[in-house]
């Protein structure tokens, strides 16, 4: 299968504009609002919604990062990789958390999410945002805020890449590779 492109730069831009609109919209602003973006590229796309809720809002939204490899469920199946720096800016005791990240698929990693904030207290609610939804989910959860859904099948991938970390935005829909 060869690569179909879903997002470009501009598509994305707008995506997480709107995202961000959302966010402000039900939680009536930004006030005890903090992103927490799942490492690697949730960091990046929490930061953007955040420059884009402050010029919204006029005020600054604290950017956490999350490395959810401690709290996954399937641990001893997985490759080994390393961690990543887990930073949260500020308490969380009765905030608003949205976890943010790029794609939605079986749940498990917004599960792991959410097991990880709980370490560091009790917020007053946790949402999810993603840039893609792509469904096939194994876990009764739903993101609240959603860029785009693609519909996949089980064969298929939804690579996200980001400015930041691989020099272009893009969201492309591949065949899964053996080893994924």
């Given at each position: 299968?060869?690569?179909?492109?879903?997002?470009?730069?501009?598509?994305?831009?707008?995506?997480?504009?709107?995202?961000?609109?959302?966010?402000?919209?039900?939680?009536?602003?930004?006030?005890?609002?903090?992103?927490?973006?799942?490492?690697?590229?949730?960091?990046?796309?929490?930061?953007?919604?955040?420059?884009?809720?402050?010029?919204?809002?006029?005020?600054?939204?604290?950017?956490?990062?999350?490395?959810?490899?401690?709290?996954?469920?399937?641990?001893?199946?997985?490759?080994?990789?390393?961690?990543?720096?887990?930073?949260?800016?500020?308490?969380?005791?009765?905030?608003?958390?949205?976890?943010v990240d790029d794609v939605l698929f079986t749940g498990r990693s917004a599960r792991a999410a959410m097991d990880g904030l709980n370490d560091f207290g009790r917020a007053q609610s946790i949402q999810l945002a993603v840039l893609v939804d792509r469904g096939h989910r194994e876990l009764p959860i739903r993101a609240d805020y959603v860029g785009k859904n693609i519909p996949?099948?089980?064969?298929?991938?939804?690579?996200?890449?980001?400015?930041?970390?691989?020099?272009?935005?893009?969201?492309?829909?591949?065949?899964?590779?053996?080893?994924?």
């Amino acid at each position: 299968m060869p690569r179909k492109k879903i997002l470009n730069q501009e598509d994305i831009r707008r995506a997480l504009s709107r995202m961000a609109h959302e966010i402000a919209e039900r939680n009536h602003g930004s006030e005890d609002l903090l992103l927490v973006g799942m490492h690697t590229r949730g960091v990046p796309i929490a930061q953007r919604l955040a420059s884009r809720l402050q010029d919204y809002e006029g005020k600054i939204v604290p950017v956490g990062a999350l490395d959810i490899g401690l709290y996954r469920d399937d641990l001893a199946s997985r490759t080994k990789t390393s961690l990543q720096p887990t930073d949260i800016p500020i308490g969380i005791e009765g905030k608003k958390i949205v976890i943010v990240d790029d794609v939605l698929f079986t749940g498990r990693s917004a599960r792991a999410a959410m097991d990880g904030l709980n370490d560091f207290g009790r917020a007053q609610s946790i949402q999810l945002a993603v840039l893609v939804d792509r469904g096939h989910r194994e876990l009764p959860i739903r993101a609240d805020y959603v860029g785009k859904n693609i519909p996949t099948a089980m064969v298929e991938a939804v690579l996200v890449r980001l400015e930041e970390i691989d020099g272009v935005d893009e969201v492309v829909l591949t065949e899964k590779s053996r080893s994924a």
